[in-house]
């Protein structure tokens, strides 16, 4: 078993910065892709970033330059710096996390985080 933990969210003012963490526990074998997806209320869930494991990102249009999304795989933990904060970006944020377990080492799975919230309002 595998379980995703997130942490960092909160209410931040318009401008604002934060950075969420995910780590990963368990019977771990490897990590492939990482990233984070949000949801605002009212709206589908959405793609923001991800990062391969070779460390390559790609981001969502409307986050560029203002999210940062990484990883230490020594951690099994992804991250995503979230700076200059819009009302827009308030929702809930989840990670996204393909992975192969020892027991299956040739299979990935993918998981979710719980979620976490980020809340922007002065």
């Known amino acids: 078993q595998v379980q995703l933990v997130e942490s960092g969210g909160g209410l931040v003012q318009p401008g604002g910065s934060l950075r969420l963490s995910c780590a990963a526990s368990?019977?771990?074998?490897?990590?492939?892709?990482m990233g984070w997806y949000r949801q605002a209320p009212g709206k589908q869930r959405e793609w923001v970033a991800s990062m391969v494991s070779g460390g390559a990102t790609n981001y969502a249009d409307s986050v560029k330059g203002r999210f940062t999304i990484s990883r230490d795989d020594a951690k099994a933990t992804v991250y995503l710096q979230i700076n200059s904060l819009e009302p827009e970006d308030a929702a809930t944020y989840y990670c996204n996390v393909a992975v192969r377990t020892r027991n299956a080492p040739f299979r990935t799975r993918d998981l979710w985080g719980q979620g976490i919230q980020v809340t922007v309002s002065s």
């Open positions: 368990g019977n771990i074998f490897g990590l492939a892709t």
